[in-house]
């Protein structure tokens, strides 16, 4: 088994609930074991500015899968949840990111281990510190990425949703 971080985010529909039934779909699936789930954290939009507001978490899992299996069962709760294409960066009904993955690095057409642009984006990091601060990057751990990147990218709107992540937890099968 192997340590791994996703992301997770939407910004359409009721955000907490859908939230709540992807992280219970990736922790029903075979070969995966939750560890820890983050709180949620609303975040402005990233590129199409012009769209409402995300949430935010990351979730610690524990995966016999490899990169590309996890990367389609990241998919699978995507598609489960209604997500539709749209223009890059755009609204999303829900999107699942595979951040990174205990002794793997990966640069294909279809995906990239660690994450190509988690480290520009302050709602990755933070969730990321709360459930995997040491994890080691090529330059720093989680945390003090998250610390540099809270510094730099202030602009960036990256806030604790505590009445989210309330309801979040009241939504999540026991």
């Known amino acids: 088994m192997a340590e791994a971080a996703l992301g997770l985010g939407t910004n359409l529909g009721d955000r907490e609930a859908a939230l709540a039934q992807a992280v219970d779909l990736l922790a029903a699936m075979p070969g995966i074991e939750l560890a820890s789930v983050s709180n949620l ?16 978490l ?3 899992i524990e ?12 998919k699978a709760v995507e598609a489960e949840l209604g997500r539709q294409e749209r ?13 990174l993955m205990q002794g793997v690095t990966l640069d294909t057409e279809t995906l990239a281990i660690p994450h190509p642009r988690m480290a520009e984006r302050r709602f990755v990091l933070e969730p990321l510190a709360e459930i995997a601060p ?3 990057l090529e330059d720093g751990t989680v ?5 540099a990147l ?14 989210a992540t309330r309801r979040f937890a009241s939504l999540r099968s026991a």
């Open 63 to 74: 995966t016999g899968l490899g990169p590309l299996q996890l990367l389609h069962a990241c």
């Open 150 to 163: 809270k510094k730099k990218a202030a602009d960036q709107m990256c806030v604790l949703d505590e009445a």
């Open 58 to 60: 990351c979730v610690l």
């Open 87 to 99: 223009l890059r960066w755009g609204p999303r009904e829900m999107d699942v990111d595979v951040l």
């Open 143 to 147: 945390t003090s990425k998250s610390a």
């Open 41 to 56: 954290y609303s975040s402005a939009p990233w590129g199409v500015t012009d769209q409402p507001d995300f949430l935010n």
């Open 134 to 136: 040491d994890w080691a």
